[in-house]
């Protein structure tokens, strides 16, 4: 049963709903183009968001292999790494080119290895520069500029940290921010413990949609159920869910009823057809570009989280015995793990 707040969006078509209401986050080693294919088939209207791509990467390597994704995956937004305001405009450039619905700058990540790259979390000690990066971005497409940060760096908590760089940032024309509402340590936790240990403060990204009301501003950070959603939707514009739309990605196939308005039922998902898509596709990327099943496979091992039989299921599909064969013989492998074959039809994404 639908709750009352997702019945408040049962009349409003989803053109007339923010692109940032539902989103998952660009997550380094999860988010590639195989891991988005998957998240497509469970939720139509979610945003996706790719890996963070550095411009070093983009400017300096296979700019063509970095940038690809499948058609299937928009609305999918493309995450940059860097600072240097002449690179990030080339980047966003090729971003708009190749199709991507939206260019966000990373003013988030934490690790050691991005301070040096003077990109990530390092970013919001540096207003101006940011703005500058923005501002060249914006200058050159016509797409979504926007910006993923923290509330804070290190042990500075005060509210005014964060106001104040989202107020520079605007200024030059970013109006999209999405706040990952803990500091960032840089120094003394890794990556891993900056998404645990630095406490939650939701009330400062509420705080900002009162102090910037023009803008679109959606949080991030330790949300892990529908319910939290919603209760989020009703301070701010947006929500991004990231480990836990990878862990357990069942949840997603709520979304587009509950909060987009879908009609309830319309797309018959089952785990069973889901996979059965993931199969087809795995032979379709083997076809096009020789990627592995396993590398695509790794990404869907939470599908079945919760049900029975989903550990033997999980191994079959993990078993690195089992790399030389055909996705599809391990697929029937994988099955007779399953305790009750689902069944229905995936509607076509």
Same mark, same amino acid.
């Given at each position: 049963m639908l709750s009352a707040a997702s019945s408040r969006f049962e009349s409003v078509p989803v053109a007339a709903l923010s692109p940032w209401r539902l989103s998952v986050a660009p997550m380094m080693g999860w988010t590639d183009r195989h891991c988005r294919f998957f998240h497509r088939l469970l939720t139509r209207h979610t945003l996706l968001y790719t890996e963070m791509v550095t411009t070093g990467a983009l400017i300096h390597g296979n700019a063509a292999?970095?940038?690809?994704?499948?058609?299937?995956?928009?609305p999918v937004a493309l995450q940059l790494g860097g600072s240097e305001p002449a690179d990030l405009a080339a980047c966003a450039r090729l971003g708009e080119q190749r199709g991507y619905d939206e260019i966000?700058?990373?003013?988030?990540?934490?690790?050691?290895?991005?301070?040096?790259?003077?990109?990530?979390?390092?970013?919001m000690g540096e207003p101006k520069l940011v703005a500058d990066g923005v501002k060249a971005m914006v200058?050159?497409?016509? /797409?979504?500029? !926007?910006?993923?940060?923290?509330?804070?760096?290190?042990?500075?908590?005060?509210?005014d940290f964060v106001r104040d760089f989202v107020g520079t940032v605007a200024d030059a024309g970013c109006k999209v921010f999405i706040v990952h509402a803990r500091n960032a340590w840089l120094k003394g936790l890794s990556p891993k413990e900056n998404r645990e240990i630095p406490?939650?403060?939701?009330?400062?990204?509420?705080?900002?949609?009162?102090?910037?009301?023009?803008? !679109?501003?959606?949080?991030?950070?330790?949300?892990?159920t529908n319910k939290q959603i919603e209760e989020?939707?009703?301070?701010?514009?947006?929500?991004?869910?990231?480990?836990?739309?990878?862990?357990?990605?069942?949840?997603? !196939?709520?979304?587009?009823?509950?909060?987009?308005?879908?009609?309830?039922?319309?797309?018959?998902? !089952?785990?069973?057809?889901?996979?059965?898509?993931?199969?087809?596709?795995?032979?379709?990327a083997a076809l096009e570009d020789g990627a592995p099943?396993?590398? /695509?496979?790794?990404?869907?091992?939470?599908l079945r989280h919760g049900l029975h039989g989903a550990r033997k299921w999980r191994q079959v599909w993990s078993d690195h015995r089992l790399k030389p064969l055909p996705a599809r013989e391990v697929w029937a492998m994988a099955q007779a793990h399953v305790g009750k074959v689902e069944e229905g039809a995936l509607a076509e994404v």
């Open positions: 292999q970095h940038l690809h994704f499948n058609e299937e995956e928009h966000n700058l990373n003013c988030g990540c934490p690790s050691e290895r991005v301070l040096r790259g003077a990109f990530g979390a390092c970013l200058d050159v497409v016509d /797409i979504p500029v !926007t910006v993923k940060h923290r509330i804070g760096i290190d042990r500075v908590e005060s509210y406490p939650l403060r939701y009330e400062l990204a509420y705080q900002l949609k009162r102090d910037f009301p023009a803008l !679109t501003i959606a949080v991030n950070g330790g949300i892990t989020h939707l009703t301070q701010i514009d947006g929500v991004m869910i990231g480990r836990e739309a990878y862990h357990n990605p069942w949840l997603m !196939t709520e979304w587009d009823a509950r909060f987009y308005g879908a009609p309830v039922g319309a797309e018959a998902l !089952t785990r069973e057809a889901v996979e059965q898509r993931m199969v087809d596709y795995m032979e379709r099943w396993y590398s /695509i496979a790794s990404h869907m091992l939470g």
